[in-house]
């Protein structure tokens, strides 16, 4: 079994700053791309930003210059450092990866993280 654990969501005023972080667990042969996506009330979800293995990374048009993905490989984490927060990036915020696990280690699957809350309010 495989689990994605996501943290640091929250209550942040527009203009302030959040880092979020995933972590996988579980029996992990490898992991390949590890991303983060979003979804806000009523709307579909997108794509926030994704990293592979090597460290090169893409980012949707709404968050670039403002947030950047990063990951420690020998920690199985992904973060999302948040800055320039504004109202419009409120949503659920999803931690997702690619994983191969011991017991299927040439089978990559799509993996998702339960969700954190990301509000953006003065």
């Known amino acids: 079994q495989v689990q994605l654990v996501e943290s640091g969501g929250g209550l942040v005023q527009p203009g302030g700053s959040l880092r979020l972080s995933c972590a996988a667990s579980?029996?992990?042969?490898?992991?390949?791309?590890m991303g983060w996506y979003r979804q806000a009330p009523g709307k579909q979800r997108e794509l926030v930003a994704h990293?592979?293995?090597?460290?090169?990374?893409n980012s949707g048009n709404s968050v670039k210059g403002r947030f950047t993905i990063s990951r420690d490989n020998a920690k199985n984490t992904v973060y999302l450092q948040m800055n320039s927060l504004k109202p419009e990036d409120t949503a659920v915020y999803y931690c997702?990866?690619?994983?191969?696990?011991?017991?299927?280690?040439?089978?990559?699957?799509?993996?998702w993280g339960q969700g954190t809350q990301v509000t953006v309010s003065s």
């Open positions: 990293i592979n293995s090597v460290g090169s990374t």
């Open positions: 579980g029996s992990i042969f490898l992991i390949n791309t």
């Open positions: 997702n990866a690619g994983i191969a696990t011991m017991h299927s280690p040439s089978v990559l699957q799509n993996y």
